[in-house]
């Protein structure tokens, strides 16, 4: 019986752990999806302004240093799309086709739009081990839930504490008749 809460207990988990994760990752899909939308929407009225910008140059020799300047903040909102883009795809995970930027999945070999060869997702650090909560201890006699850091069972009364075994000591003494004061007591196995 204890073994099936036990299982139940950790089903909870895994679900609450799933939620939660999905949870951040719909957050941060929110997040980079609204951050996308003002790139874009900045990107289109710099873009109205440089083509009047551009109108308004002809024959201004003063007024390209201010087209080259709208080129180079649209180019930098382009990069900045680009990175917001494939953030957003890794969170879906997906990719974009080289060649036709089709959306595609993580696992796909070739673009299903234009037969293009993926890339080789590049080689991934191992993830560092999430920190787990301890595991529930149960009673090794009953079976029940250990009450936080409770010393003995509080159904059938069995200790939590399990009595580790005391290390042995020798005692070395010189031999009679030498002038060395006796050595310190060490453990088994140590040298003196």
């Known amino acids: 019986m204890a073994s099936f809460f036990s299982d139940l207990g950790k089903t909870f988990q895994s679900a609450a752990k799933t939620i939660q994760k999905k949870t951040v990752e719909g957050v941060e899909a929110t997040r980079r999806n609204s951050e996308l939308r003002a790139l874009r929407e900045e990107q289109k009225k ?3 302004t440089l083509g009047e910008a551009y109108y308004a140059a ?3 020799d003063d007024a390209r240093e201010h087209l080259a300047l709208l080129v180079r903040r649209i180019d930098e909102l382009q990069e900045r799309i ?3 883009t494939a953030e957003l795809d890794a969170l879906n995970d997906k990719q974009r086709c080289p060649s ?3 959306l595609v999945d993580k696992e796909a070999k070739f673009c299903p739009s234009c037969g293009t060869k993926m890339p080789e997702p590049p080689a991934q650090a191992a993830p560092e081990p999430e920190a ?3 595991a529930a201890e149960h009673c090794q006699k009953c079976g029940a839930l250990r009450q936080d850091n409770a010393r003995f069972c509080a159904v059938c009364g ?3 504490e399990a009595e580790s075994p005391k290390p042995e000591v020798e005692i070395t ?3 009679a008749g030498t002038e060395e ?12």
């Open 173 to 175: 003494w010189p031999e």
């Open 158 to 160: 069995q200790s939590f």
């Open 58 to 60: 002809q024959g201004d």
């Open 82 to 84: 680009k990175t917001v």
């Open 132 to 134: 787990e909560a301890p």
């Open 181 to 192: 004061p006796p050595a310190e007591a060490t453990q088994e196995g140590d040298e003196p």
């Open 100 to 102: 036709c930027d089709a």
């Open 46 to 48: 710099l873009f109205a």
